[in-house]
């Protein structure tokens, strides 16, 4: 792992030659390894953090070109493990020969789903075929070599075919994933139910989502981006030998770029967007003039076989097949060193990496690490001597039975790994160079000499150090130059002589009082970068411990940061540790009380003292989150205004889940009761399975998302069977909080009133609530949208809806009297219509779902169609609105509107004529006319009939609207009224009329 982490080492078992014989059948026994072994991540020191067995558990993918899962094959063994490696994120990557990719964290728990970073099948149009179970057979392309770098991981086929790899978490930016290349593909964890413990976190599946990608993204997650490098290969008739990955914060485009060594001697750069970029994103750098010019030391044509980049990605760092390592600008415009190997060794080194950032460091079996200045000046290191690891050999090894060494490279040195110690190799800094040089006479190394003359009680001691201050500035310059000598040290007693020369120095700054007129009231620049460095090295020291085993230096823990120091020694499963270095740091409030949290998890989740009850240590864990000792004492550097205060959201909800995972349910509930936070709180209780209490909380807090949240994880709890089903709703109905039945109910109305929606759990609902009026009305409703079936079919369905719906009523007595009346109503209107229908053959008589109204219209106007059986049909209207108690004015106005719209115009002046005043008046029959665009004998005939007073004014509009201005005028005339005169005036276009208009006006 980056910055002084853990270590990963697999051990392949070798089998002996009448096992191997035994094997010969098949699987991984042929070749002469063992079938398991046991991938270990450990700290700097050799302890083990956590294991993993492989081959791991049996598990399954899912393959997004064919929307089916597919089973991992168990027949891989611990000789198809290419490469292991960790990101900067902690993430452990194991990368086996077929591109299948596996995922852990530092405790051992898979963070995603398999998956094959080259996929067999890509670039064509080949479709797995199913095997038995309905499962595809997926399989991976055969990998040339594969490189884990601090982002990710990246692969190259043996069909010239590669990939790259991000690994991302939700500290990274949702929008940075909506932006892959379109033929990326995305792996994500397989949602697990927040009640189960038991679920596999192995497995999972792919998803494609729709943009944006991630609105809460998940703790891990990966995107996968072939490349077409296999098509650039054949097109240029060369293959490709070695790959490095640069990180996406140094590449132009912001996204991680693939360097691939070329068997002509050249480079070719692959962007990780080919679907947008030019020429796929394939560039070929042509640097052979630059890597192979030779310098006379070797041919011109020799391929590059490793390149490694520097931590800080400004440089490339380039081994060629003729022994020359060669370093050039990442953009291969210039050439920084060329330093030829030849003479020590004519092979290629097993391992190359970066010293910080200007030396490479190279391994050769059996000759040792050569470490390679920015100017060529060299030094070796002999290791490689052989040990007594009997038949096992390291993952990596060619040869088995000698000690392997293996180089991880780190921003400011490098980690040299053997299987017995863990060693830094490192460039001494120069600073440190000029303090500890005999006879150097810089600041700091004469402020040094007159700390140790002072400790040895020289008599020099003050004349040297009075040297030292006679020149301002001078002894500033020495304070500081003795403070970081003293971080970049590994040695504690060469760290306490440095720091003991700072402070002596800073003795003799206090004296002088124009060094202390320089920051009046305030503590030195000086003296803050001591107490800053002394703070530093207290936790570097506590946390190199061999218990502890972080390699980390001064640099690495500025990159990292405190904060980051204190999650990784969480994830070591430190906490206790972590917990005191927040506390001693004083970090944020939130980091000291996840820290707490940390610690009190691990103390509940620890096998318990025999004498101690459940009470005893729920009461412990709380005094380790509130920041006291046992016994109510305060911890180090803690004030009282902190411990007044209560702990962040979810501390006490994240020891109390911690707590039920060890199986001490009484710990939980009496911890889970102090948390404050409602989400926080409800989350832990839905883990533990307390459905009710959660939505309790939830309610209290009135958030309907968290109510929400409590149904859905209520219904994933129980079985999915119709016990389960009625289970879950009593359960909501009779134990749940109001605003949750009520949200419960709203939610099953509204999904019953839709036409696709199934009213029958509304309806159940209303019923366990003693809710008749409701549940009869969702039925009804819900039978007048039916329409899923045609014809008869539908009606019978809806008329069997509707007697369930008189059903329902009828239980709820009074109260639904009148829904009861209407609903048998509809019932009867329905029998009605389904007679009609059959009588007279034809569907148009009575369309069905119509209301009384437009029965008795349809049945009318089917008089037009069928003028034999009018007689009857008039009957039949008769009937209808006599038995459903249709007034007699509506069912006037009915027939006018009928007969008017099918044209039966003599029936409707019979009808009219049938009474000497109709109840409705002429008006409705002569605007009937009118509309109908009759003659004018037509619409005279009921107009005429108007000759009450009260009609007057009926009269002249209707004649208006029939365009009959001579009537209209005489009536206007007859009336007296100018007002109308001149309107029919204005209206009228025929000359005769308006100059008799004229004339009356």
């Not at 027949?75 to 077929?98: E, Q, Y």
């Not at 803690?638 to 007044?644: G, I, K, M, Q, V």
């Not at 009869?776 to 007048?784: D, E, Q, S, V």
């Not at 007057?952 to 009536?971: F, I, P, Q, T």
Request: charged share 20%; aromatic share 6%.
């Amino acid at each position: 792992c980056p910055n002084g982490g853990p270590i990963a080492a697999v051990t392949i078992p070798l089998l002996s030659s009448g096992s191997i014989s035994g094997n010969s059948g098949g699987g991984m026994g042929s070749s002469g390894f063992g079938s398991k072994t046991t991938i270990r991540i450990m700290n700097n020191a050799g302890s083990i953090l956590a294991k993993i067995p492989f081959p791991p558990p049996k598990q399954e993918l899912l393959d997004l070109s064919t929307t089916s899962t597919a089973t991992v094959m168990q027949h891989r063994g611990p000789g198809d493990i290419l490469t292991i490696g960790f990101t900067s994120r902690c993430v452990l990557v194991v990368v086996l020969r077929d591109s299948l990719t596996l995922c852990y964290d530092l405790s051992g728990k898979s963070v995603l789903p398999p998956f094959f970073a080259l996929k067999f099948n890509s670039g064509s149009h080949h479709t797995p075929s199913p095997s038995r179970g309905g499962k595809v057979k997926l399989s991976g392309t055969e990998l040339l070599e594969a490189r884990v770098y601090e982002g990710g991981v990246a692969v190259l086929g043996v069909d010239m075919n590669s990939a790259i790899v991000e690994l991302l978490d939700e500290h990274d930016d949702p929008a940075y994933a909506d932006g892959m290349d379109i033929s990326s593909r995305r792996i994500v964890p397989k949602s697990t139910s927040s009640s189960s413990s038991d679920h596999d976190p192995t497995r999972g599946d792919n998803s494609s989502s729709a943009s944006p990608f991630f609105l809460a993204p998940p703790p891990h997650y990966a995107i996968v981006t072939p490349l077409p490098t296999a098509m650039f290969a054949r097109s240029k008739h060369l293959s490709f030998g070695c790959i490095a990955v640069l990180p996406r914060q140094y590449s132009p485009s912001g996204r991680p770029e693939l360097f691939l060594s070329t068997s002509d001697g050249s480079v070719v750069v692959a962007e990780a967007n080919p679907s947008t970029s030019p020429n796929n994103g394939l560039t070929d750098v042509d640097c052979r003039s630059r890597i192979n010019d030779g310098g006379g030391m070797g041919s011109s044509s020799a391929p590059i076989i490793s390149m490694a980049f520097a931590p800080n990605g400004r440089f490339l760092a380039c081994f060629t097949s003729n022994s020359i390592l060669t370093v050039v600008s990442t953009t291969f415009e210039s050439k920084v060193l060329e330093f030829s190997t030849s003479s020590g060794s004519s092979s290629p080194p097993r391992s190359m990496a970066w010293c910080g950032e200007d030396s490479v460091v190279l391994h050769w079996k059996n000759l040792g690490v050569l470490l390679v200045g920015p100017y060529g000046d060299w030094l070796r290191f002999p290791y490689g001597e052989e040990d007594e690891m009997g038949t096992a050999a390291v993952v990596g090894s060619r040869v088995h039975g000698d000690s392997e060494v293996y180089l991880v490279q780190e921003m400011d040195c490098c980690r040299v790994l053997t299987s017995n110690v863990v060693e830094l190799l490192q460039r001494v800094p120069p600073g440190t160079a000029d303090l500890l040089r005999i006879g150097s006479i810089e600041p700091g190394a004469l402020l040094l000499d007159a700390s140790d003359a002072f400790d040895s009680g020289s008599s020099n001691a003050d004349e040297a150090a009075r040297s030292i201050t006679a020149r301002e500035g001078l002894l500033s310059e020495a304070i500081l130059d003795c403070v970081a000598a003293a971080v970049g040290e590994f040695d504690v007693r060469v760290q306490k002589r440095m720091l003991r020369a700072a402070s002596y120095g800073l003795h003799f700054a206090c004296k002088d009082e124009t060094y202390r007129n320089k920051t009046p009231g305030r503590p030195s620049h000086e003296a803050v970068a001591f107490v800053r460095a002394s703070r530093k090295l207290r936790v570097l020291n506590a946390i190199r411990r061999q218990g502890i085993g972080f390699a980390m230096t001064s640099a690495q823990y500025d990159a990292v940061m405190p904060k980051g120091v204190v999650a990784r020694l969480m994830a070591a499963g430190r906490p206790s540790l972590a917990a005191s270095i927040s506390e001693y740091l004083k970090l944020g409030r939130r980091v000291r009380d996840y820290a707490r949290a940390m610690k009190a998890s691990a103390f509940v989740s620890s096998p318990p003292e025999s004498s101690m009850t459940n009470s005893q240590i729920a009461e412990e864990a709380i005094r380790i989150i509130q920041g006291k000792e046992k016994g109510g004492k305060k911890t180090q550097d803690e004030d009282e205004d902190s411990l007044s205060s209560p702990p962040s959201s979810g501390m006490y909800a994240s020891v109390a889940l911690a707590a039920h995972r060890s199986g001490r349910k009484g710990v939980a509930d009496l911890l889970i009761m102090l948390e404050e936070g409602p989400e926080d709180k409800v989350h832990a209780l839905l883990t533990i399975g307390a459905y009710a209490d959660a939505a309790a909380v939830a309610a209290k807090a009135r958030d309907s998302n968290l109510i929400y949240t409590t149904i859905c994880a209520y219904e994933g709890g129980l079985p999915n069977n119709e016990e389960g089903k009625s289970l879950y709703f009593s359960g909501i109905i009779n134990k749940f909080p109001t605003e949750a039945v009520n949200m419960f109910t709203s939610y099953y109305c509204r999904l019953g009133t839709l036409a696709v929606g199934d009213a029958n759990p509304a309806v159940n609902i209303f019923l366990r609530r003693q809710k008749h009026t409701e549940a009869g009305l969702m039925i009804a409703k819900k039978a007048l949208l039916v329409e899923s079936m045609e014809g008869n079919k539908r009606e019978k369905q809806k008329i069997e809806m509707l007697k369930d719906a008189s059903k329902i009523f009828d239980v709820g007595g009074k109260d639904c009297a009148f829904q009861k009346a209407c609903v048998d109503e509809q019932i009867q209107l329905m029998a009605e219509q389904e007679q009609l229908r059959l009588a007279y053959g034809s569907n148009e008589v009575a369309p069905p779902s119509s209301s009384v109204t437009s029965t008795i219209m349809s049945i009318l106007k089917h008089g037009a169609v069928d003028q034999r059986s009018a007689h009857k049909l008039n009957a039949d209207a008769e009937r209808i609105a006599k038995k459903f108690k249709v007034p007699e004015k509506r069912l006037w106005h009915v027939k006018v509107r009928a007969f008017s719209e099918s044209g039966q115009w003599a029936v409707m002046r019979n009808f009219c004529d049938s009474r000497a005043k109709p109840p409705i008046g002429m008006k409705p029959f002569a605007l009937a006319a009118i509309k109908g665009k009759q003659g004018e004998a037509e619409i005279m005939h009921y107009v005429g009939r108007m000759q009450d007073k009260t009609d007057a004014d009926d009269r002249y509009d209707l004649l208006c609207e029939a365009g009959l201005w001579k009537k209209a005028l005489e009536e206007a005339v007859k009336q007296g009224d100018g007002r109308k005169i001149a309107n029919v005036r204005s209206l009228c276009n025929n000359p005769d009329v308006q100059r008799l208009c004229d004339k009356y006006i």
